[in-house]
């Protein structure tokens, strides 16, 4: 891979009571292979009543909670606003990525 075309890329993980697979599948997006200063995680929180914030803040991750469960499509647009770049993927709470799957 060439580092000089290597772009910046937001992984948006949307979650509603998500507390028994959100360390998972944060472990698995943590560990890609894509070199760490060029994507960021951000997680939405859409106003879970379990500890899935508190999983997730042990992660570098951006979390952003919603106050009351707003359904998927409000948190991938929330995710989505808050991304700092053009490329984006949506991942769901239970979907583990292989280490390459940050790759274009």
Same mark, same amino acid.
């Given at each position: ?8 890329? %937001?992984?948006? *993980? ?5 507390? $028994?697979? !959100? +360390? ?27 500890? %899935?914030?508190? *999983? ?5 991750? $951006?979390? !952003? +909670? ?31 990525l292989e280490s390459n799957r940050?790759?274009?």
């Open positions: 891979m060439n580092m000089n075309k290597i772009p910046f890329v %937001t992984i948006i *993980v949307c979650t509603y009571n998500g507390e $028994k697979h !959100i +360390k998972d599948c944060l472990d698995a997006l943590t560990k890609q292979d894509y070199p760490k200063d060029q994507y960021e995680i951000v997680v939405v929180d859409d106003g879970s009543t379990d500890n %899935t914030s508190k *999983v997730v803040s042990k992660y570098p991750v $951006k979390i !952003i +909670k919603h106050r009351k469960n707003l359904g998927i499509s409000s948190a991938r647009n929330t995710g989505l606003r808050n991304a700092n770049v053009r490329i984006s993927r949506l991942v769901q709470t239970r979907l583990l940050c790759r274009l």
